[in-house]
């Protein structure tokens, strides 16, 4: 066996480390050349009553943000100068889409929405 016919012990964590780079400055992927690839960071939060969605927008100004919500996915539309976003984010607990409240600063939007309560049981007779 020749030395270059051997795997390289740390090729998969080069090979990962470049990729997680790539992911962050945009470069190997479709769009437009801006660097900035096309999903948003959203952490969802589920609390006893309440789901809580904190997504970055780096860029966007408030008025350029649309939110959707129909009782199970959340829907965020928003532009910058150099993406644009459009997420659906399926919750992880059916909401109550009249409840939500949505606050933005310093390209943080935070969305709130009550749960509701678990589905009815049905007797039968």
Do not use: W
Request: glycine share 8%; with cysteine.
């Amino acid at each position: 066996m020749r030395g270059d016919d051997r795997d390289d012990p740390f090729g998969d964590i080069f090979d990962e480390i470049e990729r997680m780079m790539n992911e962050m400055t945009g470069a190997g992927t479709v769009g437009d050349g801006s660097g900035f690839t096309s999903e948003t960071h959203v952490d969802i939060y589920e609390e006893d009553d309440q789901v809580r969605l904190v997504a970055d927008l780096p860029g966007v100004e408030k008025d350029a943000i649309e939110l959707k919500c129909d009782g199970k996915t959340l829907t965020i539309s928003a532009a910058s100068p150099h993406r644009e976003y459009d997420e659906r984010i399926r919750l992880p607990a059916r909401v109550d889409e009249h409840s939500a409240s949505a606050s933005f600063n310093n390209g943080v939007l935070e969305v709130t929405v009550d749960k509701v309560g678990d589905s009815a049981a049905i007797d039968v007779e």
